[in-house]
């Protein structure tokens, strides 16, 4: 479980873990640099039950948060948990009981249900069910809900775990890398309550969350047929401007299913307009369909609307 800044909910969540009806389990929690109650938190709830392991990352990220739990882990089976959601007191037993009937399954997660910040229900949450269902969902977008994943430990170690260029979409190409040596698959069971709020990444990092999982499809796509053209584990911005560079150099168009992916990367601040002009020429190469001749507009519009959402936030901030 990596935590920051976790105070409101973290109680809940690990207290959701200590009431597991499957006893013999390690939790581990790994402060990624907590300025609030967290830690404290964490501490006076483990402090009569020895199955409780807080470790520090003194704000070194998401990634390595997570990479920390996994080398500190013993179990051959990791189980994936955030600090803001609940999970059902059967979860793990019923994940283990899983993974014990079907040895080339690799990673398992389930169904959820929706919570607001006041613990009100607000919905479901479906997945995918099977191994083919679910590789072709991992074509488009993320088919597991990362805080009900269980995975074998010693697979997602040999695969080099979570990688810091895929930040904010760091599961979404573990899962991939996993697809590509065993079998994965989704419970229909609603195993974890996860929380909506407004600080959760998914609503502050949206864009670059997107972008992330564009270049998550794109390594992907690339390592059939060769290596990766960036440094899958530097930053994640580094990683998209050298995959962009080396795509400019490729002498053929833009294609309607990569032209998605390739607008969500041009997204990214810090992209030059003399990148961006290199790449958008690929799109008029050949005969284009027409969502590629939009590529361009559709950019540049994104790009004024942010301008100008800067500026509104930025003359807030003066006042």
């Given at each position: ?309 800067d500026r509104r936030v930025d003359r807030a901030g003066r006042k």
């Amino acid at each position: 479980m990596p935590m920051k800044n976790g105070e409101d909910y973290v109680a809940d969540a690990l207290q959701s873990m200590m009431n597991q009806d499957l006893a013999d389990i390690e939790i581990i929690v790994v402060d990624d640099g907590s300025s609030d109650g967290s830690v404290a938190i964490a501490r006076r709830i483990g402090e009569h039950d020895g199955r409780l392991k807080i470790v520090t990352n003194p704000g070194s990220g998401i990634v390595d948060a997570l990479n920390a739990g996994i080398s500190l882990a013993e179990a051959p089976l990791l189980a994936r948990m955030d600090c803001d959601d609940v999970s059902m007191p059967n979860r793990l037993r019923l994940q283990v009981e899983r993974f014990s009937t079907n040895q080339e399954l690799l990673l398992l997660g389930s169904a959820g249900t929706s919570i607001d910040s006041n613990d009100r229900e607000t919905g479901t949450i479906e997945v995918p069910l099977e191994g083919g269902q679910i590789r072709d969902a991992l074509l488009k977008h993320n088919p597991m809900l990362h805080p009900t994943t269980m995975f074998r430990a010693a697979p997602a170690r040999r695969v080099g775990g979570y990688r810091r260029a895929f930040t904010y979409a760091e599961d979404y190409d573990l899962w991939t890398r996993l697809s590509e040596i065993g079998q994965l698959a989704n419970m229909a069971e609603k195993l974890v309550r996860l929380r909506t709020h407004s600080a959760q990444t998914s609503k502050t990092k949206r864009n670059r969350q997107k972008a992330a999982a564009a270049l998550v499809r794109q390594a992907a796509a690339l390592r059939r047929l060769r290596s990766e053209p960036f440094d899958a584990d530097g930053p994640a911005e580094d990683a998209i401007k050298s995959f962009l560079l080396w795509r400019a150099g490729q002498g053929h168009g833009i294609d309607g299913d990569e032209c998605r992916d390739i607008e969500l990367l041009l997204r990214t601040p810090g992209i030059s307009a003399a990148l961006t002009r290199r790449v958008l020429s690929l799109g008029m190469t050949g005969a284009p369909p027409l969502k590629t001749f939009a590529l361009g507009s559709r950019l540049a519009w994104h790009r004024l609307a942010t301008k100008l959402s800067d500026r509104r936030v930025d003359r807030a901030g003066r006042k």
